[in-house]
């Protein structure tokens, strides 16, 4: 097993139903579908949790506090082909994912859930022959081609306009949107055939000029930044002078998509929990024009009853309960068996009242909050 990895997001679509007999134990996730596989998604839960993977494309995910009923299941017309919840010695749950013609492609930490997503193979591979998920050359990329004992063929060279390069005795060579290993193996083949008992090809690109990425919001240095390859996520933001101590905990990429008919869809907004990324935990491989946006600190507020009523920045996960001691507690006057918390869900406000002594007694869970949330403690009746 070897701990994980790279995440791409992805855009999550409508649920997919798992099969269940009567009796049995509830499952611990629910499966989404998406336009290119699925997204396994656990609700509700801590983050006290370790991702890993196997050889075998297998994803084991470990909680050291969620408890889950033992089980085991095949699955049919899912990602996965099944599933199985053991429940090791030491306390937690270990959910292992079993997917079929599908490789992980994403860990998205939101709003108390965790999913991992799923994709088909030929997607993640590119869907042509060249399986690696490699930097492709583009237009204007300087490349340093090196023939071992020909220095007649060894060359720098720029990738024109029309995607080709000029190379000697073969003449035109489509290089753009190949991967270097690929130019590498075709070159080191054409000039085998006709011109040299096997030759030794090396393929370098030495100047990015091609494809680009945008990082915008809390960076010390916002643009355009060349895409190399492997860049990754956390890279990016690191080539932007890093994050800002203004910056908030969500970071989005917006990536643009191509439907099947060719023209050009909304993009895809991917959501990450900057922990996750600073930890390793969940990071991307960037491509193309992606966009990166760090947020600002999203905050809650407060008011009435409480010892200092104001502005509290918003942590991943944090609860009223949590939020109230971060104001120093409740008054003796405040009315703890109505508690208005207002939201704005969309274009809308809506209004949840709160017995605060359930929640203090455990009765009823406590409530985790969201960005701009308010919390109006009253004053209790005589």
């Not at 499952?27 to 801590?46: E, K």
């Not at 994709?119 to 042509?128: D, I, N, R, S, T």
């Not at 005795?169 to 040299?196: M, N, Y």
């Not at 690109?205 to 990754?232: A, C, I, M």
Request: aromatic share 6%; charged share 25%.
């Amino acid at each position: 097993m070897k701990s994980l990895l790279f995440p791409l997001g992805l855009l999550l679509a409508s649920s997919v139903a798992l099969a269940a007999e009567a009796g049995e134990a509830p499952q611990p996730f629910r499966i989404l579908s998406t336009p290119t596989g699925c997204a396994i998604t656990f609700d509700n839960v801590s983050d006290d949790y370790r991702i890993d993977t196997s050889v075998d494309g297998r994803v084991t995910v470990t909680f050291s506090k969620q408890q889950f009923s033992a089980q085991e299941h095949q699955l049919t017309d899912v990602c996965l082909s099944g599933f199985r919840v053991t429940r090791p010695s030491d306390g937690g749950s270990a959910v292992l994912l079993q997917p079929e013609g599908y490789d992980l492609s994403a860990v998205i930490r939101s709003s108390g859930s965790l999913k991992i997503a799923f994709e088909k193979a030929m997607v993640l591979a590119g869907g042509g022959g060249d399986t690696d998920k490699s930097y492709r050359i583009g237009v204007g990329d300087q490349l340093e081609i090196t023939v071992y004992q020909q220095p007649d063929l060894s060359k720098k060279i720029a990738v024109g306009a029309d995607g080709t390069i000029d190379y000697p005795l073969l003449g035109s060579v489509k290089a753009a949107g190949k991967s270097v290993r690929v130019l590498q193996e075709e070159l080191a083949t054409s000039l085998g055939k006709d011109f040299i008992v096997n030759p030794q090809v090396s393929v370098e690109v030495t100047n990015y000029k091609s494809q680009f990425v945008f990082v915008t919001g809390q960076v010390r240095n916002p643009g355009k930044y060349p895409l190399e390859g492997g860049t990754t996520l956390k890279d990016a933001i690191a080539l932007a002078g890093g994050i800002l101590p203004e910056a908030g905990y969500s970071i989005t990429v917006a990536r643009r998509t191509v439907g099947p008919d060719g023209t050009t869809r909304d993009p895809e907004k991917m959501s990450y929990s900057r922990n996750d990324i600073e930890s390793g935990l969940a990071n991307l491989d960037l491509k193309p024009s992606d966009v990166v946006t760090i947020a600002e600190k999203d905050y809650v507020y407060f008011q009435g009853e409480v010892h200092k009523p104001g502005r509290y920045e918003l942590r991943p996960g944090l609860t009223l309960m949590q939020a109230i001691s971060l104001a120093e507690g409740l008054t003796d006057w405040a009315n703890r068996k109505e508690i208005a918390l207002y939201r704005k869900v969309g274009s809308t406000d809506s209004k949840q009242t709160i017995n605060y002594k359930n929640v203090e007694k455990q009765k009823t869970p406590d409530v985790v909050l969201a960005p701009g949330d308010t919390v109006v403690v009253s004053r209790r009746s005589l």
